[in-house]
């Protein structure tokens, strides 16, 4: 975005500008992009046998360490962070409203982690803790949450050692539903902004908590110190999906988590397997539908995990482009019917709920302005995945061969 709007986006977006956003009054929300606040019902319906897979993700612990040794992960916003400012300029006019409040958050975020706790006289037995900070949690509004061990390997290596426990602590706030039916649009990106600063200030709220409980406790701020899906799926909050994305079984991938630590004794959970992996396998609507061919359409080992490596030098540009796309998880069956609505068919019928309708899978590609069904797809005319003005080198570990790339998504004008 050339001229003033991009002059004035990059100047929201710098540090300058902190000062002044603090002290302005929020916008108020806007009709249908509200997130939708309290918590989740419990998921224990069982898994079918065909369906089964393992707890979690499967994984290759010794080429984990080995990754963790050779190139210890770094924060994708500092690394790429010409990339990053190119994408929310494209947004500024939906950014712009939401960014006193954001940065007011973001803020009190920080001072969490400059908090000296006095001890409390009575130490509370850990059972009890973990019950009363649910609770807690349950009251302000977040949708879940759920504890898993620190791991160095799994935290970007800019933040070691700013930790404040060995327990990490991650928490969802659910989106609009109707907003993110809409996307890739407007409604659906301010809407993907509200949960964003929504999650964090209750999750200051929780860091708080725990400080009046005698623990230190650190919100992290921006998107996270560390891989959220790598500790929402040791915590059992959902599964990887071959998206990329978390998926939880109450809402997909449709809802904003992110990350505290901390040293109270809250009790670790544990993975589990909803039977995410063997959906994803079957369904492959993402795959198919993704204007890019930006996901593969099976998945394989990477630093040890086993995932489908999302090919990013196709997705960033959509992202900053087409209002944060987020059609993958527009047309995630998984996060318009919920885990249980989507497993009953495939046990029932062994076909995904929704796949080939126009009602899961149709969408208004905001570059034109038209509505594809569930057979088409808008043309990328050459160039569109590499605007000049967009800053990015691709990973360098990214290779995907023709099979990993769905026959049905071809790339116009990109050469790899």
Known sequence: MQGWPGRLGEWLLSARAEQLLRCLPAA????????????????????????????????????????????????????????????LRQHWHVLAPR?????????????????TPTATADPIDAAELTAAFRRH???????????????????????HGQEKGDRVVVGFVEQSWEAVQEAPSALSERATFEAFTKVHELMTNLARWLHACGYAAAAEAGDAHGIVIHYAVEAGLGQLGQNGQLLTPQAGSRCRPTLLTTNAPLEFDSPRDFG??????????????????????????????????????????????????????KVCPVQR??????????????????????ELEGYVWPIDG?????????????????????????????????????????????SG
Not at 99 to 115: D, G
Not at 342 to 354: D, K, N, P
């Open 276 to 329: 995410v992996t063997r959906i994803c396998e079957a369904c492959q609507v993402c795959v198919q539908r993704c204007p890019t061919g930006a996901i593969p359409a099976r998945r394989w080992m990477t630093r040890g995990v086993e995932k489908a490596k999302i090919n990013v030098s196709r997705c960033l540009p959509v992202m900053g482009q087409a209002y944060g796309c987020a059609i993958c998880m």
């Open 99 to 115: 960014l006193p409040r954001m940065t007011r958050v973001a803020l009190a975020e920080r001072a969490t982690a400059c908090v």
């Open 370 to 414: 038209r509505r594809y069904g569930s057979r088409e797809k808008p043309p990328i005319p050459p160039g569109f995945t590499r605007p000049p003005e967009l800053r990015f080198d691709p990973p360098k570990y990214f290779k995907p061969s023709e099979a990993d790339v769905s026959p049905s998504a071809p790339v116009h004008g990109h």
């Open 137 to 159: 949690a349950a009251a302000i509004g977040l949708s879940a949450v759920g504890v898993a061990r620190y791991d160095p390997r799994y935290h970007f290596v800019d933040y």
């Open 28 to 87: 108020p929300a806007r009709s249908g992009t509200k997130p939708i606040l309290g918590a989740w019902a419990s998921y224990d319906r069982s898994v079918p046998a065909e369906l089964r897979g393992v707890p979690g993700i499967r994984r290759d612990r010794a080429a984990e360490d080995e990754a963790y040794e050779r190139a210890p992960l770094r924060d994708f916003h500092t690394d790429h962070g010409p990339a990053i400012t190119w994408i």
């Open 337 to 358: 019917y919920g885990l249980a609505a989507v497993t009953e068919e495939f046990e029932r019928t062994g076909r995904i709920l929704g796949k080939g309708t126009d």
